[in-house]
């Protein structure tokens, strides 16, 4: 075994590395950029070594820079973790080169997955089933439209070189084919340096499942079961479970024996993930093969009690592999949820800013938190913005599933936008609950997961007014202290002479402002609300404890955790979750007549590519411009018809979240 190794990466994987090594008696180096001078991958590790600036292709994609640190701190391997350098074949032969051990597959193995259309070739070859499709070396477009046009639509668009969803687009008819195409080549050059493509047939309803694989030098190999990561967003995974709902012992053994022959193909060694696409009548399809560790791989862990990290240590040290194929058996059910740094209700753009309050749920046999971040650290535009992996365990899916929303519903952030709310109602979704699973799940429950209808909104509202009313009385009663308890001034309640007690105000719920007129009714312990929200009036009370509000509604007794952050709450109940907040009063400082936010920067990060000049008259949901952060693209529209007159920024240039990027003169209404 090795005495010390060298993590070439950073955030939670690297702590998750940096963790197994401790345990396992093996020193670590770490290394870092400018923006993660103070990170906790940093201070985990025995020894650090900075190597550049904050921007990836600066830092952490320069591996010569990364060698240089290992033979500085007398590292005798390299664990890539996964993204940057993991699954790059040119890296993999600069440490053998220099008698560095690479923790992963040998370079050959790494180059034959790498490209897609090789691998589809290469597991045709095996014996592997295939999506028909596109995968040959001519690439104009004429050749791919004709392509599509052979396998008929809808079609899948995939970078050659991909992955993670990049360079990825689903075209529906060939009117669309060219637009599509052209973006799909331009994310995928920016992200792989390669815009090659394939086409490939579009399942409608399949899911995504993915089998763990590892094989040692020995020409052993073995699959640790599956994960069903078919809840996706933007093509990234969401919540991945293990094992697949509904996966018969049989189906389990034809994929993951599929799996071990497309590994045995490419003379694989180490932790591998072969995906397949599992379409609804058993059939099943090779999608590509992950020459690395997953980000989902701690499920796995949960269920077979292994870890895989100390595998990878051990096969990359010569060992053979820990177990046998008739010695793994799963055990239990797990689940895990990425908690990210974005905006759900805003098409999931990634947010930026500062961790000012962050508390996990308190982990334990059945709760695990994998995470990079501490409290007071910062979401940067530089990489991606996950704080978390929340993984949880039970002994089956319903009990595992009960935890995980528990476990959300303990999830403390403060300081900028997160998924939490989302993930939690995702989790408590019936149709999540009976895992009708397939990977156009948000877009096909999108209503039940974004608690937009009628219904969600006449049971939110009067939940969310009593918590205002209640947190209002309690602030008041905090600031009188000791005074006069009898005092007027010191009161919060809405009486007045002659009238009717009434609270006046609107309530933002998920974004949307809703008028909601509240009247005090008695006092003291008969004092009750009545609340009216969308036309229905309740009869509400209740009283607040910490976090947990005590509330009846209409008889209706519950209680439920809500979670403050800087003006807004996010609220968990048992039938999901909401955020909202009271909404300020409009003085109407703004009379620009501008499209408010419409043209100002959605997040920090690059102009990729001016679509309009100065000038230009555009339509309705035109393209303008489109801009680059945390590896998702973002496309500004125009909101009608009018004239662009200036453009305030160029291709290539970094812009601040905020900034206005245009200015946009709306046409005059006939």
């Not at 028909?132 to 396998?151: N, T, V, W």
């Not at 690395?292 to 499920?299: A, C, M």
């Not at 555009?618 to 529209?637: C, F, N, S």
């Amino acid at each position: 075994m090795f005495s010390k190794i060298l993590v070439a990466n950073r955030g939670e994987i690297a702590c998750r590395v940096i963790r197994t090594a401790r345990r396992m008696g093996v020193a670590t180096v770490a290394v870092y950029s400018d923006a993660d001078s103070d990170a906790l991958h940093v201070s985990m590790a025995d020894e650090a070594v900075h190597i550049g600036p904050s921007p990836p292709r600066e830092s952490y994609l320069r591996g010569d820079r990364i060698i240089d640190a290992c033979r500085m701190t007398g590292a005798e391997a390299i664990h890539p973790g996964y993204g940057f350098l993991s699954e790059n074949s040119e890296f993999a032969e600069l440490c053998k080169e220099n008698g560095i051990v690479f923790v992963g597959p040998p370079a050959a193995a790494i180059e034959a997955m790498g490209s897609k259309s090789a691998a589809k070739s290469i597991m045709e070859k095996a014996g592997v089933p295939l999506v028909p499709g596109y995968h040959e070396a001519e690439q104009s477009p004429k050749r791919l439209a004709r392509a599509a046009d052979e396998i008929g639509y809808p079609v899948l668009l995939k970078a050659v070189a991909g992955g993670g969803g990049k360079g990825m687009r689903m075209v529906r008819n060939a009117t669309d084919f060219e637009d599509a195409l052209a973006a799909a080549q331009r994310e995928a050059s920016s992200s792989f340096g390669n815009d090659d493509m394939l086409v490939e047939k579009y399942l409608e309803q399949p899911r995504h499942v993915e089998f763990q694989v590892f094989c040692d030098r020995h020409g052993e190999g073995v699959y640790l079961f599956e994960r069903d990561c078919s809840v996706q967003r933007r093509h990234q995974k969401i919540i991945e479970e293990a094992p697949a709902p509904d996966m018969t012992p049989e189906l389990r053994q034809q994929m993951g024996q599929a799996a071990v022959t497309a590994a045995r193909a490419i003379d694989y060694e180490g932790a591998g993930t072969v995906e397949f696409l599992l379409d609804r009548d058993g059939s099943f399809y090779f999608m590509e093969m992950n020459t690395r560790l997953q980000v989902e791989h701690p499920v796995t862990e949960m269920i077979t009690g292994q870890d895989l990290v100390e595998w990878q240590l051990r096969v990359a040290a010569g060992d053979a592999l820990p177990l046998k194929q008739a010695a793994l058996q799963i055990r239990g059910h797990a689940f895990e949820a990425r908690v990210y740094a974005e905006d759900p209700d805003n098409d999931f753009l990634p947010a930026t800013g500062v961790l000012s309050y962050l508390e996990p749920p308190r982990e334990s046999e059945h709760v695990r938190v994998d995470t990079g971040v501490l409290q007071g650290d910062e979401v940067s535009v530089y990489y991606d913005p996950m704080i978390a992996k929340l993984v949880v365990w039970d002994e089956n899916r319903e009990r595992a599933l009960s935890r995980l929303a528990r476990a959300l519903s303990q999830y403390r952030v403060s300081g900028l936008s997160t998924n939490i709310s989302f993930l939690y109602n995702l989790a408590t979704s019936r149709p999540f609950r009976e895992a009708d699973l397939d990977t156009h799940f948000i877009e096909r429950h999108h209503e039940a997961l974004f608690h937009a209808s009628e219904d969600d909104r006449i049971q939110d509202l009067p939940l969310a007014s009593l918590y205002l009313l209640l947190r209002m009385e309690q602030a008041t009663r905090a600031r009188a202290g000791d005074r006069d308890p009898w005092s007027p001034w010191n009161a919060s309640t809405a009486w007045r002479l002659n009238e009717a007690a009434i609270h006046s105000g609107a309530i933002v719920l998920n974004g949307t402002e809703y008028e909601v007129p509240v009247v005090e009714i008695g006092s003291g312990e008969n004092r009750r609300f009545r609340i009216t929200a969308v036309g229905k009036s309740v009869m509400a009370s209740g009283h607040l404890d910490g976090n947990e509000l005590y509330a009846d509604i209409d008889g209706h007794r519950q209680r439920v955790t809500v979670v403050p952050n800087e003006g807004r709450f996010t609220l968990f109940s048992q039938s999901g979750s909401m955020q909202f907040s009271l909404a300020q009063p409009d003085y109407g400082e703004d009379d620009s007549g501008s499209v408010a936010g419409v043209f100002t920067a959605p997040m920090n990060g690059v102009v990729v590519k001016l679509l309009v000049e100065p000038g230009s008259r555009v339509g309705k949901d035109q393209p303008l411009l489109i801009m680059e952060a945390m590896k998702m693209e973002h496309t500004i529209r125009a909101p009608r018809e009018g004239e662009v007159t200036e453009i305030y920024f160029a291709a290539g240039d970094q812009v601040i979240g905020g900034e206005e990027l245009l200015n946009f003169i709306p046409a005059e209404d006939d």
